[in-house]
């Protein structure tokens, strides 16, 4: 990947622009973004400036609409000469925190599938899975998703170092469901960073510690050996993890940052000073996850950002270039993350639309469906209202107040019908709803459709 375009001089650009261009930027520049989007001097470059303006008056007039806005207290450049900062109103930004406010941090009845207890646990598993499989994926690891999940679902041990950095990072996103009151701390973040590594690095001892001035020099470089960054010496970690702490705690109120932005700067800090050997970009995540789910954004318990970064990684690098490319500015990557939390939320959205389309369609045709009676109907209801229900015999007669043999025949006619699979627990069955419940009732309403019309 090579590095974007070296933008030109703004000084010699002020200095050497006629009165006429300076009107013309009034008139034609009055934002920091080009039709919504936040462009880099080598995108903006290839784009048709305004009439009357040349790309480098063009680009002149953008910085200029991008001055005056936030700048990260303790944040600092590695050559320690330029602080990190963001553009002031940037509308595309503006819009989706807002969005995010309404979506994720509001009342949890906006989701209605995870009110349910057992709802909650399932969307819960299902993302803390995708987020563990698409951080690692990101990061190198090769295991197919569908072995993956597998994995984490049966518990299986890990065959190779892909499969251990999965494993490693589900067991971190539980860890960080755990402690997420808690404020963030070198020793918690030391600890999500062992968690993080464990068994994956060629040096064990580097598990859980920063980068220390015996360890060999680090280069952030792709897979063709393109060096992206170098970063900051071993001996400034400790200063530099300290600012970061008090700025992830909000030691300062003065300037207000958004939660989700102070997030997602989160993200980029741990990531750009890179205090460990390895494992950067999985706790830069993590240290995100942290951040969002501290400010009370609890429905990123349910989707995987990761995921989404996952599908355009060449986006996600050129998000951290943009941003050291251009005077620090971490609009780029603001932008980039806010753009992708969006989708993964959209996404999460759609998912649980589709299960309650899933479970109405299942209501009714439970209601069309010809021999069946009120007590399974009872217990099919709830089946398709909690699929990670289990049911029994003796359960399902005492809820019924009906004898053992009655309830026996009830529960052996689900299971002819192929409504419900069973499995032996001890002395006694467990029944459970098929996963595919609209699918099997479809099925069963067409055959006595079939069978009346003879």
């Known amino acids: 990947m090579r ?132 951080s690692s994926i990101i990061e190198g690891a090769s295991s197919t998703r569908e072995v993956a999940r597998r ?47 464990t068994g994956t690095m060629k040096d064990a001892s580097a598990e859980g510690r920063l980068r220390i001035g015996s360890d060999p020099p680090v280069e952030v470089a792709d897979s063709e050996g393109f060096v992206a960054h170098r970063p900051p010496p071993s001996d400034e970690l400790p200063s530099r993890l300290e600012a970061m702490l008090a700025f992830a705690n909000g030691a300062s109120t003065e300037p207000f940052v958004h939660p989700a932005v102070r997030s997602i700067i989160l993200h980029f800090w741990l990531a750009y000073d890179h205090p460990f050997l390895d494992g950067n970009g999985r706790t830069a995540r993590a240290l995100f996850y942290w951040s969002m ?3 009370g954004y609890w429905l990123l318990q349910y989707v995987s950002i990761s995921e989404f970064i996952a599908r355009a990684p060449m986006q996600y690098a050129r998000a ?36 309650l389309e899933r479970t109405h369609a299942a209501d009714m045709l439970l209601d069309e469906l010809d021999g069946l009676n009120h007590r399974q109907r009872s217990l099919l209801a ?33 299971h002819m019908l192929g409504l419900v699979t069973r499995r032996r627990v001890g002395k006694q069955f467990r029944y459970r709803g098929v996963s595919d419940m609209a699918g099997r009732l479809r099925a069963l309403h067409a055959e006595q459709e079939a069978a009346q019309s003879e």
Request: hydrophobic share 40%; aromatic share 6%.
């Open 3 to 134: 590095l974007p375009a070296t933008a030109p001089s703004l000084r010699e650009l002020a200095e050497s622009l006629p009165p006429a261009a300076w009107r013309r930027l009034r008139e034609s520049v009055s934002s920091a973004t080009v039709r919504g989007k936040y462009l880099h001097w080598d995108e903006l470059r290839r784009r048709n400036p305004p009439d009357g303006l040349t790309h480098e008056q063009w680009w002149f007039g953008l910085k200029m609409a991008r001055t005056g806005g936030l700048r990260v207290p303790g944040m600092r450049a590695v050559d320690g000469a330029e602080s990190f900062s963001m553009a002031p109103g940037v509308a595309c930004i503006e819009a989706w925190l807002h969005d995010l406010d309404m979506r994720a941090a509001g009342s949890i009845q906006a989701a209605a599938p995870l009110v349910d207890a057992a709802g909650k646990q399932q969307y819960l598993l299902r993302s803390m899975i995708e987020e563990a499989i698409s």
């Open 151 to 197: 994995m984490l679902r049966e518990g299986r041990p890990p065959r190779d170092r892909s499969e251990r950095m999965i494993v490693n990072n589900y067991v971190t996103m539980q860890r960080i469901s755990e402690v997420r009151q808690q404020p963030m701390s070198a020793a918690l973040l030391l600890e999500l960073h062992r968690l993080v590594t």
């Open 293 to 295: 789910l501290h400010h």
């Open 320 to 355: 951290f270039l943009h941003t050291e490319t251009d005077d620090f500015d971490l609009t780029y990557f603001v932008v980039h993350q806010l753009d992708a939390l969006e989708q993964a939320i959209d996404a999460l959205h759609s998912y649980l639309d589709r299960s």
């Open 382 to 414: 709830a089946a398709i209202r909690r699929p990670s229900a289990s049911f029994t015999t003796g359960g399902h007669g005492r809820t019924h107040a009906v004898t053992y043999p009655t309830a026996h025949a009830d529960m052996k006619g689900l």
